[in-house]
Structures are given as C-alpha cells and as structure tokens.
C-alpha cells in the first residue's frame, strides 16, 4: 500500500464530513479536508496514513490554487454565477472549482485545484459578455416600460 497521501476533487463540506465521520472507527487511515481558507464552502479530502498526515497542516500539501480575477467591475458589479459560469463555460468541471470569493469591483478571486490553475488562467478571458449584458438592459428597459404602463393603465387603456 502507498504510503504518499491521496487528494480528492474539491466538493461540499458536508459531503467529507460524513467521509471522514466513516473513516473514524479506521485505526490506519485519516482524513484531513481543506479548501484554501478555514471557513470554505468547498473543500479537497486529503486521506492518508496517520503517521503521513499526523498532525500536518493542511496547508502545507498543493491542495487549493487561487486565481485572480480582474476586471472592470465599478459600474456593473459581477456575481458569483457570473464568475462560475464563466469557468464552467471553459469546459471546466465543478468539482475542480471551489469557492469564489467577491472583491467587489475588483474582479475575484476563484480557489481551484492547482493543476487546472494555469489553464483557467488562459482560457477565461471574459467574465460575461457582450450579448449578455445587452440582454439585461433590455430586460431592464421593458420591465421599466411594463411598470410605467402598469400605474397609468386608467389613463391609457391601450397600453396592455
């Protein structure tokens, strides 16, 4: 049996806590979950012997990357959906994403694991486009519109 640690794909806390609840009554093997930061959301399973992983920071095994997104964000501030439908638009799995931290309107920050780091480095070049950001003003414009409409509709019965 291998003595080297072995890393699982990145998912919710409550998926390995009931992993490493099992593992418990296990006298040979421990686990260890981490996810970039103590309170994550998404978190890597790091199972190994116990006298390998012992009392080891978690920190200190290549568990969780983070990639730095920047953007012009002031006007029209982006959303976790719109960061993770970014990365998942580059043919990126979920459970190699882990938490999307917010910066505002200084872009994101996206924890993944650090073999697709470079890759998504490279291939999200756009948090959201062009198309879709016309899509919202005009459904902005007509829900404006219908409003409008909808208070003075005993002034103007055609409008419908």
């Known amino acids: 049996?291998?003595?080297?640690?072995?890393?699982?794909?990145?998912?919710?806390?409550?998926?390995y806590s009931d992993a490493l609840t099992?593992?418990?009554?296990?006298?040979?093997?421990c686990g260890v979950t981490w996810g970039g930061y103590t309170s994550a959301e998404r978190r890597r399973l790091l199972l190994g012997r116990?006298?390998?992983?012992?009392?080891?920071?978690?920190?200190?095994?290549?568990?969780?990357?983070?990639?730095?997104?920047k953007g012009n964000f002031m006007f029209d501030a982006a959303t976790h959906p719109d960061f993770l439908g970014a990365c998942l638009g580059t043919g990126i799995d979920r459970r190699k994403i882990g938490d999307i931290l917010l910066l505002g309107e200084q872009g994101a920050q996206i924890l993944c694991t650090p073999d697709i780091a470079p890759f998504l480095e490279m291939a999200l070049t756009q948090v959201r486009g062009w198309l879709y950001a016309q899509l919202l003003r005009v459904l902005a414009r007509y829900a404006e519109r219908r409003r409008r409409c909808d208070q003075s509709r005993l002034r103007r019965p055609w409008c419908r």
């Open 1 to 15: 049996m291998s003595t080297s640690p072995s890393l699982l794909d990145l998912a919710a806390s409550a998926v």
């Open 50 to 69: 116990e006298e390998v992983l012992g009392d080891a920071d978690p920190a200190a095994f290549e568990t969780v990357a983070a990639v730095q997104v």
């Open 22 to 29: 099992a593992l418990g009554p296990l006298a040979d093997i």
